[in-house]
């Protein structure tokens, strides 16, 4: 006897793992709404002026990131040169030098995880 094979079921049951696989991909993709202050975002727009005073605003907010990334820059190449410019520290200082470094140009959200991109909460 030969060994006969379920094809239409092994099929069904292998489009069931991919769709549950992409259902929970999509679900990691949905940033978390209920960690947003919308109060908070609603005062940085509620300027007079109408669009002119929209403007205002995200020209001030940009110009405070731009200042705030520059002032990190700054730290962490003045960090950097220091390692770098010592003559004598050993390839352990200079380790721990570059970890300082590269610690303080990392973006950490408020949960402590890294990158620029960090996990969102996942609410079941």
Avoid at 39 to 44: D, T
Avoid at 53 to 80: L, Y
Avoid at 85 to 101: E, I, K, L, V
Wanted: aromatic fraction near 2%; avoid cysteine; glycine fraction near 4%.
């Amino acid at each position: 006897m030969s060994v006969t094979r379920l094809k239409r079921k092994h099929r069904k049951n292998i489009a069931r793992a991919n769709n549950k696989q992409h259902i929970i991909k999509e679900l990691l993709r949905t940033p978390v709404l209920k960690n947003v202050d919308i109060e908070e975002l609603k005062s940085r727009f509620t300027t007079t002026g109408g669009v002119a005073g929209a403007v205002a605003a995200v020209k001030n907010t940009a110009a405070a990131a731009v200042d705030k990334v520059k002032e990190v820059v700054s730290d962490a190449v003045e960090s950097v040169k220091e390692a770098v410019s010592t003559p004598d520290n050993t390839a352990a200082d200079n380790a721990a030098a570059f970890d300082d470094a590269e610690a303080v140009t990392k973006p950490v959200n408020a949960d402590g995880q890294e990158g620029e991109h960090p996990k969102p909460e996942i609410a079941l």
